[in-house]
């Protein structure tokens, strides 16, 4: 994979404002050691006071959790970055004054269980959020990933242009569209909601975590059925880990998957992207609109455009 950057002004300030809207941090200790790494970084960092809530499998209650999200909108930092994923914002996504989110001018960015607010409010406002490493889950870890910590400094900082990586399996596409996606589970769970974006000429890219190469293909099939990738450019894959085969599968993995999905829709398929529940993860913007071309085995994801 290679970056190619640009200097240009920056995208938001410095100052970082954490909430978690989705699952409790297990690890407290993971605050101090992203707040440390992410001062080096030149992003100083405010952890609002729910952060640290527990209620059930939830970092607070429900309505904590919305209150750390108002929080944020009134506060004075550029930047709102979710502590973690897990599960928790598709209780929230009714509640949330999306004009008022649009409205505040933040950049937001979380992945995983995030992606339900990327899609929202992208479905509500047409306001483009980004998704990437999380505060605790990727920078609280004792050695974040230095490639992601790079490209995260880089596109927050709005010199990231140009974002190549390996693809040799690619189908051939040169083209341009909205970027939009995130986890496939939280992009499939809010088809037929307000929620999910109506985007025709799309580049949708996904990725998920501890889910069988089989039931994969059926949320695919579910967006294919739906009519939703037939009206994509191209679909995008990240990573998807964690999955372990069995007995039965007799070969059926993902590759099968993607092969199925290229014969039945006929979109374009390119896998590679540096994107997911990995060390390495890319932060992409959601509905901004990019390019991507492929060619010799490589992919190259066009961010910035002049």
Known sequence: MTVNDQRHAPLVG?????????????????LVRAR????QLGFGATIDRQVRAVHQ????????????LKRALQQPKGLVMAARGGYGLSRLLPA?????????????????DFTAFNLALLAK????????????????????????????????????????FESPQADAFD???VLWGGNLAMLVSLLGTPFF??????????????EHPYRVERMLLQLAQAGVLARQKALLLGSFTGAVPTKLDRGFDLSVVMAHIRKTVGIPVIPGLPYGHTPIKATLPIGA????????GMAHLVIHEH
């Open 197 to 210: 974006p109506r985007v025709r000429g799309g580049i949708l890219f996904i990725e998920d975590v501890n």
């Open 125 to 164: 406002t047409g306001c483009v959020s980004y998704t990437g490493p999380s505060f605790a889950g990727d920078f609280g870890v004792k050695k974040p990933h230095p490639l992601t910590a790079d490209l995260f400094a880089e596109t927050m900082r709005g010199e990231l242009e140009l974002l190549s």
């Open 96 to 112: 949330i004054d999306w004009a008022a989110v649009a409205d505040s001018g933040k950049v937001f960015i979380g992945n995983s």
């Open 289 to 296: 609109r990019v390019g991507l071309a492929t060619e010799a």
């Open 36 to 39: 440390s790494y992410l001062r």
């Open 175 to 177: 083209g341009r569209g």
């Open 57 to 68: 499998r939830f970092a607070g209650t429900d309505a904590q959790r919305l209150d750390g």
């Open 14 to 30: 410095s100052g970082i404002y954490v909430v978690a809207p989705s699952g409790a941090i297990a690890d407290p200790d993971a």
